[in-house]
Structure formats: C-alpha cells, structure tokens
C-alpha cells in the first residue's frame, strides 16, 4: 500500500500535526471556459465541510480531501464532468473516517476504489442519456490527508507530487497514457514526453467512453515539513519538474505575498497558458504551527 520510496510507517510524536493548504485555478491563455475543477474539504464522523482556497488546521479530530479534476468533452460537458467528479466525492469519503480513526490501513483501497467506479459509472450513465453529454469524461487526482497518512487516489493525466522534507521531488501518480508508460519505462525523458504528439491522449479516464477504470491508489506516511502538490497537466506544460520543486522551496521574491498554488499556477500561465492550469499544495506541519 505505501507508495515507493516513501516512510514505511509514519513516526509518532506528541502533538498531532497540522496541515496547511492553497489552491487555485486559471482558464489560462487561450481556452475560453475552464473545464478544470478543485477541492478542499474536511469530514469527521458527523460532519462535512468545505474548505476555502486556503487555510491551515489541526489534524487531531478531522481528516482533509484535496482534489484536483480535469474534464474533457464538447460544449461545456468538460466543466459539468470535472465538478461532478469532484462532487461526488463528498457522498463515499465520510464514512471512510471510521477507518482513519481506528487505523485500518487496509480500508482506504476499497472506499478509493468504490469512489472512482462510481464516479465513472455517473458518467457513463449521462454520456448515454444525453447528447449534449457524448464523450464527457475527466481525469481525477486526490489526497485524503489523515494524522498519520496521505493516501492518493488517481486516473488520467494530472499529477500528485510528493516533497519530502529532507529534498527531492517524486511523481506519486502515474499518467494513464502511452506516452506516460513510456517515461516510467526509462524510454523517454521529461523534455520528449513534453513534445511527443501522442502526449494528451488518454488510455483512462472516469467516463469518456471507457468501459472499465483502473485507478492507481496508493499511500505516504507524512512527516512536519512533507509537501504534496496536486495539478492539472496544464500546470506541467508550463512548468518544468525542478521548477515546481524550486518554486515550492525556495518562493520567488517576486511573489512575495502569494501563496504556494498561486506562485505555481501563476508561473506556468506565464509560460505556457496553452491549457487551463490548477494546483493545490498541501504542507503537512508541526502541531501548533
């Protein structure tokens, strides 16, 4: 269940800690609507609610969502896929908090699982009813941040990165794409993926006529100081792997004032802005921070 290369099991330490969190979205240049989604939200085992853009809490009584979807079709059905991804998420997830409380790792596969087939399932159902619908579909990537763990969920193309404190950047997720194999598989770089034509095609995705999903699920024990980031691939097109690192390390003093997903969706729109461009980063701190 944990994702390579990260904690195998999270340290214990006195004071729960807190996490701390920013989002934004942007058309970007050229698109007239954006079709990307976010979300932030928390939920115990009475209560839901959503969270603003940014914010900070204690981890102690609540688990956190952050998601980011990109929706795909004609018309405005991209729009209206990515928020019902992102809505839907509310309905499964809150019964989940039962298992975060009482440490059952091995639930959160299942619930993630669930959410996305149903999310799928949604869609299917509105491609075949209305015509205005036909090929909807949208990537999904989400964090559930407990006290102890995030675990990820994931289909499509955008990303979750992970920042831990002692350095170094990995992509959590992988891009359900040809060209995404063919990355992992050592046989293209960062430079090649970024100009191969066959970049943007999907080989999953929730809905878009796909019969069935696989979604990539996994998890990282957090420590104070880890960082995730959360992102559209109009974000990547802009922003180059190292940057996203640099950016979220070592802020640009021209930005001063702004917040981390602010610095990074801002930044890529500036180089890029082919596509719409969402981040969210979540910093996991010291309790009491």
């Not at 330490?13 to 970007?28: F, N, Y």
């Not at 996305?116 to 941040?145: K, N, P």
């Not at 990282?220 to 559209?232: A, E, K, T, W, Y």
């Not at 109009?234 to 001063?256: H, K, S």
């Amino acid at each position: 269940m944990p994702a390579s290369g990260s904690p195998a099991t999270p340290p214990t330490s006195g004071s729960p800690s807190t996490v701390r969190w920013s989002g934004l979205t942007h058309a970007g240049k050229i698109r007239p609507n954006n079709e990307d989604s976010f979300l932030a939200l928390t939920f115990d085992g009475h209560d839901l609610r959503y969270l603003g853009k940014t914010g900070q809490a204690s981890l102690a009584g609540s688990d956190y969502v952050f998601a980011v979807s990109d929706g795909m079709g004609g018309a405005k059905s991209g729009e209206f896929a990515s928020r019902i991804a992102v809505d839907r998420i509310t309905r499964l997830l809150p019964q989940g908090f039962r298992l975060s409380a009482n440490g059952l790792a091995s639930g959160f596969s299942d619930i993630l699982e669930e959410l996305f087939s149903a999310i799928h399932r949604d869609l299917l159902r509105l491609d075949q009813s209305y015509e205005e619908c036909a090929g909807m579909g949208a990537t999904l990537t989400l964090g559930w941040v407990t006290p102890e763990w995030t675990y990820f969920g994931h289909i499509g193309d955008s990303r979750m990165y992970y920042l831990p404190v002692e350095g170094g950047l990995t992509q959590l997720t992988h891009d359900h794409s040809h060209v995404g194999w063919l990355r992992r598989s050592g046989k293209l770089n960062e430079r090649e993926v970024r100009t191969h034509p066959g970049r943007n095609a999907l080989q999953q995705a929730l809905g878009a006529g796909h019969q069935f999903v696989e979604p990539h699920i996994g998890a990282v024990g957090h420590r104070p100081g880890d960082r995730f980031v959360i992102c559209s691939d109009g974000l990547v097109d802009g922003l180059w792997d190292r940057r996203i690192e640099e950016i979220i390390r070592t802020p640009p003093a021209q930005r001063a004032g702004q917040s981390p997903a602010q610095q990074l969706v801002e930044e890529a729109v500036e180089s890029a802005g082919r596509d719409n461009t969402t981040a969210m980063v979540i910093e996991i701190t010291p309790g009491g921070s």
